[in-house]
């Protein structure tokens, strides 16, 4: 199971149980991230996707379908606790957040080339909204430090004799972290607030069942969703490519 495939097996999962196709929402996808962010590992949301739904199948729903992945996210929570204290004093070996042997091959499908064409169409994305911001605007200082790193990184891997599609990621992650801060400073705190008020709105249902740090989690994946359309920003993350 390879590492970047996190998002894809979980939505399919969901998608597959509840019996239907549907697009998962933006908050879902969020919780999603706030899963990935805390290493839970994919089998352990697969168990909980599917241990919500036999018990959801077992009752009478009349016709009743289950529209959001927060529906299973109370099961994955209890799932995670048991699988970390069945860890505590076992010997360390090193696994990615599928529980995977990190030293396998899993990532063995991101070529040098699709990695060059992916980041490169990023940069050209990065710049152009850069352009179109005003030499005063602290964003464009922002992402011309941006588009500098990334030029660096893509330099390096063209030049590189091998990739490692993990270190990559979290070189990406960092840049990723960098804009996000210049979106934020970039919008007045009057939107902020807003954006994080629809975030809130939209959790309410689920805020009770969540714990604090899965809600805050959750709720900044969303505010850095909502951000990233608002500016027209891309996805620097590999799982996207």
């Given amino acids: 199971m390879n590492y970047f495939n996190y998002f894809t097996e979980i939505e399919e999962e969901f998608v597959r149980r509840r019996g239907s196709h549907m ?27 599917n241990n919500s739904f036999d018990g959801y199948d077992q009752r009478t729903h009349r016709g009743r379908k289950v529209n959001s992945l927060f529906y299973c996210q ?27 042997d990190a030293n396998g091959d899993g990532a063995s499908q991101f070529t040098k080339t699709a990695i060059d064409e992916y980041l490169t169409e ?23 430090r941006v588009v ?10 063209r030049t590189a004799r091998t990739i490692s599609p993990e270190d990559l990621e979290t070189d ?4 990723e972290e960098v804009i996000l801060d210049g979106l934020r400073e970039s919008i007045s705190e009057e939107q902020l607030k807003e954006i994080e008020q629809e975030g809130d709105r939209k959790l309410r249902t689920y805020k009770k069942s969540m714990g604090r740090e899965v809600y805050e989690k959750t709720l900044g994946n969303f ?3 909502r951000l990233r359309e608002q500016f027209g920003v891309p996805r620097l993350s590999l799982f996207y490519l």
């Fill in 23 to 49: 697009l998962v929402s933006p908050l879902d996808w969020s919780l999603m991230e706030s899963w990935r962010q805390r290493d839970i590992p994919l089998q352990v949301v697969l168990r909980g996707i």
């Fill in 74 to 100: 109370q099961e994955v929570e209890a799932l995670f606790q048991e699988f970390t204290e069945s860890r505590v004093g076992s010997s360390e070996t090193t696994t990615d957040e599928n529980g995977n």
């Fill in 122 to 144: 990023r940069l050209e994305t990065l710049t152009r909204i850069a352009s179109r911001q005003t030499s005063a605007d602290s964003l464009r200082e922002t992402l011309e």
């Fill in 148 to 157: 500098m790193r990334l030029e660096q990184i893509i330099e390096d891997l």
């Fill in 172 to 175: 990406l992650t960092m840049i």
């Fill in 223 to 225: 505010v850095a969703q």
